[in-house]
């Protein structure tokens, strides 16, 4: 919960602020079609992707800030 709660709270801060220029109805594909969903779907997706890469990138800063005793600590026993 370390990592998630504070991306929670990231994810919709950034959400914000990309929301304030960017209008969910303007999105296309790659330069291609428009995206025809909705825009609680496009909040949503978006949302969940802001959390997922945020976290992400706690837990590898949670996992680099380790030490090396702690992460081979069970790898003794056997």
Same mark, same amino acid.
């Given at each position: 919960?370390?990592?998630?709660?504070?991306?929670?709270?990231?994810?919709?801060?950034?959400?914000?602020?990309?929301?304030? !220029?960017?209008?969910?109805?303007? %999105?296309?594909?790659? +330069?291609?079609?428009? &995206?025809?969903?909705?825009?609680? @779907? !496009?909040?949503?997706?978006?949302? %969940?992707?802001?959390? +997922?890469?945020?976290? &992400?990138?706690?837990?590898?800063? @949670?996992?680099?800030?380790?030490?090396?005793?702690?992460?081979?600590?069970?790898?003794?026993?056997?």
């Amino acid at each position: 919960m370390t990592i998630l709660w504070p991306a929670f709270l990231m994810a919709g801060v950034l959400e914000m602020l990309v929301f304030v !220029v960017v209008d969910p109805g303007d %999105l296309h594909w790659f +330069g291609g079609e428009a &995206l025809n969903w909705s825009h609680q @779907a !496009v909040y949503t997706v978006t949302f %969940l992707i802001f959390w +997922g890469v945020i976290s &992400l990138a706690g837990a590898l800063m @949670a996992l680099l800030e380790m030490r090396a005793e702690d992460i081979n600590a069970d790898r003794g026993r056997g």
